[in-house]
């Protein structure tokens, strides 16, 4: 008599990682992969397919845009952990890096909780844009080169009453297809720096475009093309089309990402 063998499948031991990266986003078209264009997830995926010795997938706290840099991204991805042959984090800087263009740096690499997420688990996020008002090839494609004045002070007053608003669906992309246009911003300025000017917004998120939107809005107030009763009736409208132009890419930079089981 034959017995039937009963084959009983293991679950495989799975571990997942956060990694802290930045890079110059200037030669690629955003971090997120897409066909016919190279990534910043694309290149870091591969590197730690090579790394790792097995297929990785990452999944970023965000998407930034083509020409859009980051001093600070945190994403997540799922290893299969032998007991033979454990992952030794410590070590995998280098050779991670050993294997990414100059352009894009890890800085580390963590185990966290399985169901942590590199997305949805974010609190706050910061971003700067950077803006210089004379020709300095040292900045070129680093920060937006703008040939005028402006009105630092009014600008400022503009961004105090971006913080009374919750909806912000004039400063988004169309057809987006988020479930909610709401954030909230928890800081807004500009500081005049030596070089030019920085604008720093903190929110708990942000929407497509929603931060060059804004700058682009504020410079009309600092161009003294809009006053600030204006810029109330803009947001209020929930129109894209009444809110100012979108800045060039080059001068954005995420810069901060918060989570409250990550240690900075």
Request: charged share 20%; with cysteine.
């Amino acid at each position: 008599m034959i017995q039937k063998i009963k084959f009983v499948l293991l679950k495989p031991n799975i571990q997942r990682y956060f990694i802290e990266l930045s890079y110059n986003g200037t030669d690629y078209h955003g971090w997120q992969t897409q066909p016919n264009a190279m990534t910043v997830q694309e290149c870091l995926d591969k590197a730690l397919s090579v790394y790792f010795r097995q297929p990785v997938v990452t999944l970023g706290c965000g998407r930034t845009d083509a020409g859009v840099h980051a001093t600070q991204f945190f994403a997540h991805f799922d290893l299969e952990i032998s007991t033979e042959k454990p992952v030794n984090v410590e070590r995998s800087i280098g050779g991670i890096n050993s294997l990414l263009p100059y352009q894009i740096a890890v800085k580390r690499v963590f185990p966290v909780a399985a169901e942590a997420h590199a997305r949805f688990d974010a609190t706050e996020r910061a971003y700067h844009y950077h803006l210089h008002f004379h020709k300095d090839p040292f900045k070129l494609e680093r920060s937006w080169l703008f040939k005028g004045e402006l009105d630092v002070e009014a600008m400022n007053e503009a961004a105090k009453i971006i913080l009374e608003y919750t909806d912000f669906s004039c400063f988004s992309k169309s057809n987006t297809q988020t479930f909610t246009n709401n954030c909230k911003v928890i800081e807004a300025y500009f500081e005049v720096k030596e070089e030019g000017l920085q604008f720093t917004i903190r929110a708990d998120r942000f929407l497509r475009n929603m931060v060059r939107a804004i700058v682009g809005t504020l410079v009309r107030i600092g161009k003294k093309e809009i006053n600030l009763v204006q810029l109330r009736e803009i947001i209020e409208s929930k129109n894209r089309s009444n809110a100012g132009q979108s800045v060039p890419a080059c001068g954005l930079y995420l810069v901060n990402v918060v989570y409250p089981f990550v240690t900075y």
